[in-house]
């Protein structure tokens, strides 16, 4: 698989991030990507979550979603982007935080909204993003791999990474816009190779660029190596991904099969 990280700049204008989605989009195939991935909030970003979110909000199939759709059946190339996705459930006035992955023929492949909330480091996005309903991995195919879907926050947490290993997924996509802070930098490249080391697969780290969010969108081969990192700025970035290298790997440490727990 030929895999694009493409490092965004996301703000709340919607219509100025759908025209930088789709420069990015089309340099990533330009050269060839057979799957781009963009970040969290790809759609609509702000410092800090509020009430507006709610407010941006759409179905997958409304405007946004529908010219992400459209523009992977132009390019023929599978795209994951996250939205600000609309609840259908009227008692619930909180949007999701969903990550959307389209096909190379337009067609949606998978929807996963964030399981964790960042209600952590005095942010409270519960207040504004409702959880996912049912916690559950979310994987989809794409170029001769199986893809396991995360948003930021989500890196923290190992069991979810087992369990879309335990799922299938050989390449993690961790789409994110993780936040700046002390140590921030050191955290999101240490958890995106630990998610890679101990399941055996690639981990796909590709987050909002900096001031909202650190950049440093990476991708961890299955041994823990990076292959490629961002700095700071805007920045498409194409590395390949290898099913044979998990494969190799995982019978190298056979720890997935090796557990008792």
Same mark, same amino acid.
């Given at each position: 698989? $030929?895999?694009?990280?493409?490092?965004?700049?996301?703000?709340?204008?919607?219509?100025?991030?759908?025209? +930088?989605?789709?420069?990015?989009?089309?340099?990533?195939?330009?050269?060839?990507?057979?799957? %781009?991935?963009?970040?969290?909030?790809?759609?609509?970003?702000?410092?800090?979550?509020?009430?507006?979110?709610?407010?941006? +909000?759409?179905?997958?199939?409304?405007?946004?979603?529908?010219?992400? +759709?459209?523009?992977?059946?132009? $390019?023929? /190339?599978?795209?994951?982007?996250?939205?600000?996705?609309?609840?259908?459930?009227?008692?619930?006035?909180? !949007?999701?935080?969903?990550?959307?992955?389209?096909?190379?023929?337009?067609?949606?492949?998978?929807?996963?909204?964030?399981?964790?909330?960042?209600?952590?480091?005095?942010?409270?996005?519960?207040?504004?993003?409702? !959880?996912?309903?049912?916690?559950?991995? /979310?994987?989809?195919?794409?170029?001769?791999?199986?893809?396991?879907?995360?948003?930021?926050?989500?890196? $923290?947490?190992?069991?979810?990474?087992?369990?879309?290993?335990?799922?299938?997924?050989?390449?993690?996509?961790?789409?994110?816009?993780?936040?700046?802070?002390?140590?921030?930098?050191?955290?999101?490249?240490?958890?995106?190779?630990?998610?890679?080391?101990?399941?055996?697969?690639?981990?796909?780290?590709?987050?909002?660029?900096?001031?909202?969010? /650190?950049?440093?969108?990476?991708?961890?081969?299955?041994?823990?190596?990076?292959? /490629?990192?961002?700095?700071?700025?805007?920045?498409?970035?194409?590395?390949?991904?290898?099913?044979?290298? %998990?494969?190799?790997?995982?019978?190298?440490?056979?720890?997935?099969?090796?557990?008792?727990?």
């Amino acid at each position: 698989m $030929r895999l694009a990280l493409a490092q965004l700049a996301s703000d709340d204008d919607v219509a100025g991030n759908l025209r +930088a989605v789709r420069d990015a989009v089309a340099r990533a195939a330009d050269q060839g990507a057979d799957l %781009v991935l963009l970040p969290e909030y790809a759609m609509y970003e702000k410092k800090m979550v509020d009430a507006t979110f709610a407010g941006a +909000a759409e179905p997958l199939d409304g405007r946004f979603g529908t010219a992400v +759709a459209e523009l992977a059946a132009s $390019r023929g /190339v599978a795209i994951v982007a996250g939205l600000v996705e609309q609840s259908a459930d009227h008692a619930e006035p909180r !949007p999701f935080n969903t990550l959307a992955a389209f096909g190379a023929d337009g067609s949606l492949l998978a929807r996963y909204r964030k399981i964790h909330l960042f209600d952590s480091f005095g942010f409270r996005e519960s207040e504004w993003i409702a !959880p996912a309903p049912e916690p559950e991995p /979310v994987v989809f195919e794409a170029a001769g791999m199986t893809v396991g879907l995360m948003t930021c926050y989500d890196l $923290r947490f190992p069991e979810l990474g087992r369990a879309l290993a335990d799922a299938g997924a050989e390449l993690i996509a961790v789409c994110s816009s993780w936040v700046p802070g002390p140590s921030k930098v050191d955290q999101w490249r240490t958890l995106a190779r630990a998610r890679a080391i101990e399941n055996g697969c690639y981990a796909a780290a590709v987050s909002q660029a900096e001031p909202i969010s /650190v950049g440093h969108s990476l991708l961890a081969d299955p041994h823990g190596d990076v292959l /490629v990192e961002a700095g700071g700025a805007p920045e498409t970035m194409l590395a390949e991904a290898e099913p044979e290298a %998990v494969e190799s790997a995982r019978e190298r440490d056979p720890a997935l099969r090796l557990r008792r727990l």
